[in-house]
């Protein structure tokens, strides 16, 4: 049963920094792409940013590239999101997700982790 557990979030004010952590289990986590997606209140969720399995190709949504970095460490079966110069809207869900291939949708999803970010 794979199973994706998301930790680090919480409230910090703007121009402050956040890192997230997903830890996954029962897959094998190495050839698996990984991503972030968001979600705010009353908005659908969006993606964030996106990993390949080796760690080396990796791709953001232009509203937080600059600012936030995804990065997996494959021997701890874990991924990070680096949030740094949060804003307010920035403010969302934060949900880690998987896939088997970078081509394919992400089929697997962790229950999510609420970063808050006041002005």
């Known amino acids: 049963q794979v199973q994706l557990v998301e930790s680090g979030g919480g409230l910090v004010q703007a121009g402050e920094s956040l890192r997230l952590s997903c830890a996954a289990s029962?897959?094998?986590?190495?050839?698996?792409?990984m991503g972030w997606f968001r979600q705010a209140p009353g908005k659908e969720r969006q993606f964030v940013a996106g990993?390949?399995?080796?760690?080396?190709?990796?791709n953001y949504a232009d509203a937080v590239k600059g600012r936030f970095t995804i990065s997996r460490d494959n021997a701890k079966n874990t991924l990070y999101l680096q949030m740094n110069s949060l804003a307010p809207e920035d403010t969302a869900v934060y949900y880690c997700?998987?896939?088997?291939?970078?081509?394919?949708?992400?089929?697997?999803w962790g229950q999510g982790t609420q970063v808050t970010v006041s002005s």
């Open positions: 029962g897959l094998t986590f190495s050839p698996y792409a």
């Open positions: 990993i390949q399995g080796s760690g080396q190709v990796s």
């Open positions: 997700a998987a896939k088997a291939t970078w081509f394919q949708p992400y089929n697997y």
